[in-house]
């Protein structure tokens, strides 16, 4: 009877030693998969700081141009006023030319157009006044 109990204790040690030892093996993976774990959180971590600077940069990039654009669209704004300015008086110049080299019928013709003409250019110094 003392031998049976024996051999059924040396049986579950056996069993107990083959689980501690599955068991070890299986935390040894868990401690490399942690560690490999946190080398790539490490990385990530790292590719994130990266973008954030990143967008920092863009971002006051982004500022330095719409600043610029801003300051360009201002300057075409002024030069498409003045060139209306100068279209407008190389047209009155067109106009008084004109007067001179066209006979006095087609005069009559001319003032209701000159006044239109000054209907628009009115208008356009309105439009100028708004912006």
Do not use: C, W
Request: proline share 1%; charged share 30%; no cysteine.
């Amino acid at each position: 009877m003392e031998l049976a109990l024996d051999i059924v204790i040396i049986i579950m040690i056996a069993v107990m030693i083959s689980f501690a030892v599955i068991l070890n093996a299986k935390l040894k993976n868990f401690r490399n998969a942690q560690n490999e774990m946190a080398a790539l959180v490490a990385q990530l971590n790292g590719a994130i700081s990266k973008a954030q600077s990143s967008v920092e940069t863009l971002k006051r990039t982004a500022q330095t141009e719409e600043g610029r654009l801003k300051d360009l669209v201002i300057k075409s704004r002024h030069l498409a006023d003045e060139l209306a300015i100068i279209t407008e008086s190389g047209s009155h110049l067109a106009d008084r030319i004109e007067r001179g080299l066209v006979p006095v019928e087609r005069l009559d013709d001319e003032i209701d157009a000159e006044t239109e003409y000054e209907e628009e250019s009115e208008m356009l110094e309105t439009l100028k006044k708004v912006r």
